[in-house]
């Protein structure tokens, strides 16, 4: 599978915005996603996650609140809504997929880098007045 992620741009504080992650095939419907970012000169950090069965969603305590992660396996499309951008989200964002199939317990492991397989080019947000 390849992964293509979209949305991102300038925007001012508070606002918002929503990057899209789109697959080139169905198997994501079968896989764990996950978001993460790269602030410049920074590693690249988690920021959130939806399992495979869209029961299980984690996020970063910085974003938690004010994003939101979503999946839509028709369209074979993640999503991330942010909300309330603050100048700390500037970042290049990238979306990722696991291995098809995996389960983890507990679950924390779907927060690693590692985890993930497949990753996007990134998307670029920039949130400044």
């Known amino acids: 599978v390849q992964l293509q992620a979209s949305g991102g741009g300038l925007v001012q504080p508070g606002d918002s915005l929503r990057l899209s992650c789109a697959a080139s095939?169905?198997?994501?419907?079968?896989?764990?996603m996950a978001w993460f970012r790269q602030a410049p000169g920074k590693e690249r950090t988690f920021v959130a996650t939806?399992?495979?069965?869209?029961?299980?969603?984690y996020y970063a305590d910085h974003v938690k609140g004010r994003f939101t992660i979503s999946r839509d396996n028709a369209k074979n499309v993640v999503y991330l809504q942010m909300d309330s951008a603050q100048p700390e989200d500037t970042a290049v964002y990238y979306c990722?997929?696991?291995?098809?199939?995996?389960?983890?317990?507990?679950?924390?492991?779907?927060?690693?880098?590692?985890?993930?397989?497949?990753w996007g080019q990134g998307t670029l947000v920039t949130v400044s007045s």
């Open positions: 095939d169905d198997t994501i419907s079968n896989r764990n």
């Open positions: 990722a997929a696991d291995r098809p199939g995996r389960t983890y317990s507990p679950p924390t492991r779907l927060r690693l880098r590692s985890t993930y397989t497949v």
């Open positions: 939806v399992s495979r069965s869209g029961q299980n969603i």
